[in-house]
């Protein structure tokens, strides 16, 4: 099974409003983590949020909050307010607890803004 | 500025050549991770190391080696260049404590490899 599946190949959103993107996960684990990376055209992979399993609220970060729905076990993005620099491609990661530490990534959401 | 570098940022070489990329992970980070991404097959994971040994292996190929060195600086070899070997290779970096979920990988900027 795949450890991260993101459904959603490709997303329009109109500037100035919010957007979410779709991040399930597998794992048996009690304690993981979760992340968003953000890769624009330009190619670089810039890190964007971190939910813990335990963490009890949503995190956010600026403009990015993650929807952790753990019993449903998914940890969406959202990003408020869209801009047009938010256009890019958008990978959803997890890493299990337990020793070796392995980070598995999912195949990214293409996200388009919209003027 | 994720503190993460790889050098070159371009590589152009021709099939059957061997080429050498390097990474330099951010200042106090132990653990360093390459990837590769091709058009087609997304984000693949090559091989991890952590302070010098090498700690976990993904879809490395045999023609493929890295390793890191005592100053924690990591290089990819790829040898036996093909065209399908023609992609972004990434490093990543982080903390690398075993266990700890929140350790984040922050990457380079990537080196872009074109195999002609």
């Known amino acids: 099974a795949q450890k991260i599946t993101q459904t959603q190949p490709g997303m329009f959103v109109q500037e100035k409003e919010a957007v979410t993107l779709d991040c399930t996960y597998d794992?048996?684990?009690?304690?993981?983590?979760l992340f968003w990376y953000k890769q624009p055209s330009s190619g670089e992979m810039i890190f964007l949020i971190y939910?813990?399993?335990?963490?009890?609220q949503n995190a956010t970060e600026g403009r990015y909050s993650l929807n952790f729905q753990k019993a449903r076990k998914s940890a969406n993005l959202v990003i408020s307010a869209s801009q047009l620099g938010d256009s890019a491609m958008y990978f959803c990661a997890m890493r299990e607890g337990r020793a070796g530490n392995q980070f598995y990534f999912g195949t990214g959401t293409s996200l388009t803004v919209i003027p | 500025d994720s503190g993460v570098t790889q050098t070159p940022k371009h590589l152009i070489t021709a099939t059957g050549q061997r080429v050498t990329l390097r990474c330099s992970p951010r200042s106090g980070d132990l653990s360093v991770y390459w990837y590769q991404q091709s058009l087609d097959q997304g984000l693949q994971f090559l091989i991890q190391?952590?302070?010098?040994?090498?700690?976990a292996k993904g879809n490395i190929l045999e023609r493929f080696s890295a390793q890191q060195f005592p100053d924690l600086h990591s290089e990819l070899n790829l040898s036996s260049l093909e065209l399908g070997d023609s992609a972004l290779y990434f490093c990543a970096s982080s903390v690398g404590t075993s266990g700890r979920v929140a350790d984040t990988q922050y990457f380079g900027p990537g080196t872009r490899l074109t195999v002609l």
């Open positions: 794992t048996s684990d009690q304690s993981y983590g």
């Open positions: 939910q813990g399993s335990y963490d009890e």
């Open positions: 190391y952590y302070n010098g040994e090498e700690r």
